[in-house]
Structures are given as C-alpha cells and as structure tokens.
C-alpha cells in the first residue's frame, strides 16, 4: 500500500497542536510498519532537529506554495494532488483538517475539533485584514468539503467525534477515535540537580502553581487569573503562579489584568520554552491548572500527569473522557469553584498524592504507538473494501 500524508507540520517552527499530532503520530508510524511505502508531503526543506523519518519505506517530496496570499490554497488544491497522482498513493491522509479536493485516491482526514466551524465561540475578535478574511473563508469551506468527501475520518476524542457528528449531520460509523498521547520525553524526573538548573533559568520561587497560555483566548487564563487573585493569602504567598506562553500573542492583555488584580510579584511568565524544559516545570510544579472553555483532546494535560503532578481542569468537552477520575474538575466560567478546586489539592496533602497517583496510571492508558496502530488499521479498513469492489467488478464482466 502506497501511502501519501500531509506532513508540513513537520518542518513548521510553531510547536503544539497540528505539529504534535503530526510528528508523533509519523514517528509511530515508521516504528511499528515496515511494509507500507509512504509519501510524506511538506512545503520546505527540513532543519536541523526536524524529525524527519530515516526507514527505507519512508520518502519525503518537498510541495510548496509560492503564490502571493495564496500559497496554501496553491499548494493545497493545486501542486498537492498532482503529485500524489505521480506518486500513484493508494490513500491519502491529511491530519490537520483541510485537504485537496480532487484526489485519485481515497481520502482519510482527521479532525481534531469543530472549533474551525464556530470560531466566534471561542477565539474572540478576528483581525478584518483581507488576508485574514480569505484564510478564514478557507478553513471554513474546505475542511467542510473535505470532511463529506472523506472515505474516513479520525478524530481524537469521543467528545470531538460527537461534535463533528451533530454539526456535520454524518454517520458515526464514519468516524474512527485514536487517541493521542503525551511524548516520551514526559516522564518524572529523579535528577534533583536537572530540576535546580531549569528553576534557577526561569528564575522560579520554589513552589508554584503552573499553567499554559497561547494566541487563542479560549484558554481562559483571565478566568484563571480571577480565580488566583482570591485564594487565601497564604496559599499566594506561598504558591507563584507561572505561566508558560507557547504564543505571546495574549501576553500584553493578561499582564494588564494582573496589574488591575495587583498581582504582579506573583504571577510570573515564561517565553520561549523548549520541551526539555517545560518536562523539568511540570515536574516541579505544586499543581497545574487547565482551565481551557474547549478542547479536541487537552494534551498537556496528559503531559502534565506523565510527570507526576496533580491536575485540575475545566469540565467541558473532552477533558473529563481524557483524565476521568484522575483530575479535580471545575466549571471553566465559574472563578469560585475554580479558586476552591486549587485550595483543594494545595492544602490537602491527602488529596494531592491521590490525584498524583492516579494521574501516573492514567497516562500510562495512552501511547501513540497504540494511536499509530489504530491509524494503519484505518488505513487498511479504507483500501480493502475499495479492493473488494474493484475485484467483484472484473469478475461480474468476465
């Protein structure tokens, strides 16, 4: 089976999200199949430290898009398929949302959420700039067209596929669930004199509460600082608030929310985190906050459970089907119950090394080798019934 797989994710600077996905999930892939050919599709030249596979049965093509504006688009419906015809795929996979419309092949898509289908629900106030207004008029129409298109669809959560199932109106038996997972790297860490060298970097008070913060306002972190502004005085004193940005973009707004709050010795930003660091902060990290109004999936907070550090998260979406009972969850709107699910853990020595425990087991359900496996199943579940068909036709004509 030829196999041809949107991968620039792969080589894009950007970390989280669709380059995750795509370069856990591709790594697996080259782990666990040795007898598939595969195609990986990208739009530049690889880096050093991209993770760019090495086995004999995995061959990268470079696809670009050089159109003014209109690059994706170009490289997406135009120089894409064309070469997926060249390579003669017997399947194609795209794993982050939007694809080509025409294919000589069949088309396997992965949604992660249906953010992209409402995104004044959760992303706030859109810039107006003309280019803006064509990206968003893309990924509107073509992940719609490419979802009804699709032989199969995956998805990453139960609470996404029913999403995708009440808004697109499809048949559930269309969609496949693979769940993600943390990356290896994210483990407890016993090396004491690891753990000093990356506090003393970002300059951190000995205990902490940690939490996430990127360009999508969906995060929540006004909500959360709200929340933190009135725990007892103590509990502040004793527990700083950090927040790792993988986007600044919000950066400038939440620092004027602490300012009004009088927070500012307190709450304190890290930019610019690589994974090897941010391993050593969650692991230091008293507790970690994850108060996010929507999520496909809410990988860290398996990256956070991997390191053995308790968790309190938002109830909505998929975050209660990821940490079930393993995490202490608040409503995401209500800054009360948010503020006493952190006293909580904090004060309750009880409580934090069950919600320890039981975030190390809970991890251990997810791996993307599992993840990788159930994709090839996918895979193979898309092109035999394609086979059979083919092959009852020749025989009805002979």
């Known amino acids: ?4 797989i949107d991968a620039r994710f792969l080589t894009h600077p950007q970390a989280g999200g669709f380059k995750t996905y795509t370069e856990n999930l591709i790594t697996a892939l080259a782990s666990i199949d040795r007898e598939n050919e595969y195609f990986l599709y990208l739009d530049r030249t690889p880096a050093a430290g991209d993770r760019i596979p090495v086995e004999t049965n995995f061959q990268t093509r470079i696809v670009s898009g050089s159109l003014p504006m209109l690059g994706l688009p170009w490289r ?4 894409l398929p064309r070469q997926a015809m060249r390579d003669r795929v017997d399947l194609f996979h795209a794993p982050c949302l939007t694809a080509p419309f025409f294919l000589p092949c069949p088309l396997v898509v992965t949604v992660h959420d249906m953010i992209w289908a ?8 859109r810039s107006w700039s003309l280019k803006r207004r064509l990206m968003d008029w893309y990924n509107f129409l073509i992940p719609t067209y490419s979802i009804r298109r699709a032989t199969r669809i995956i998805t990453v959560s139960h609470a996404s596929k029913k999403d995708i199932v009440d808004t697109m109106k499809l048949k559930a038996e269309r969609i496949a669930v693979t769940h993600e997972a943390a990356g290896a790297a994210f483990k407890v860490v016993e090396e004491k004199s690891s753990l000093d060298r990356v506090r003393s970097k970002y300059g951190l008070a000995s205990n902490y509460i940690l939490a996430l913060g990127s360009a999508d306002p969906r ?3 006004k909500t959360l600082i709200e ?6 005085e103590d509990l502040q004193e004793k527990y700083q608030l950090a927040i790792v940005w993988t986007h600044s973009f919000l950066a400038s707004e939440t620092s004027k929310e602490i300012e009004r709050l009088g927070l500012q010795k307190r ?6 985190v690589p994974n090897e660091d941010l391993v050593s902060l969650y692991n230091m990290a008293a507790l970690f906050v994850f108060p996010s109004r929507y999520e496909g999936f809410g990988l860290p907070l398996l990256e956070a459970m991997s ?3 308790p968790v309190v998260a938002a109830n909505n979406s998929s975050i209660p089907e990821i940490v079930e009972d393993a995490a202490v969850l608040f409503d995401a709107h209500d800054v009360q119950e948010m503020s006493a699910a952190m006293i909580r853990v904090l004060t309750d020595d009880t409580i934090r090394i069950r919600f320890q ?4 087991l809970r991890a251990t359900k997810f791996s993307w080798e599992k993840c990788a496996r159930e994709t090839l199943a996918i895979y193979e579940e898309t092109i035999v019934p394609l086979s059979t068909s083919i092959t009852s036709q020749a025989r009805q004509t002979t």
Do not use: D, S, W
Request: charged share 20%; aromatic share 10%; hydrophobic share 40%.
């Open 307 to 309: 390191c053995g550090v």
């Open 118 to 125: 409402f995104p004044e629900n959760f992303t706030g106030k």
């Open 219 to 221: 995060k929540n972190l």
């Open 357 to 360: 425990n039981e975030g190390l």
């Open 267 to 272: 709450v304190q930003f890290l930019l610019q």
């Open 1 to 4: 089976m030829k196999i041809g």
């Open 227 to 232: 929340a933190y502004a009135i725990l007892p």
């Open 76 to 79: 997406e419906q135009v120089r």
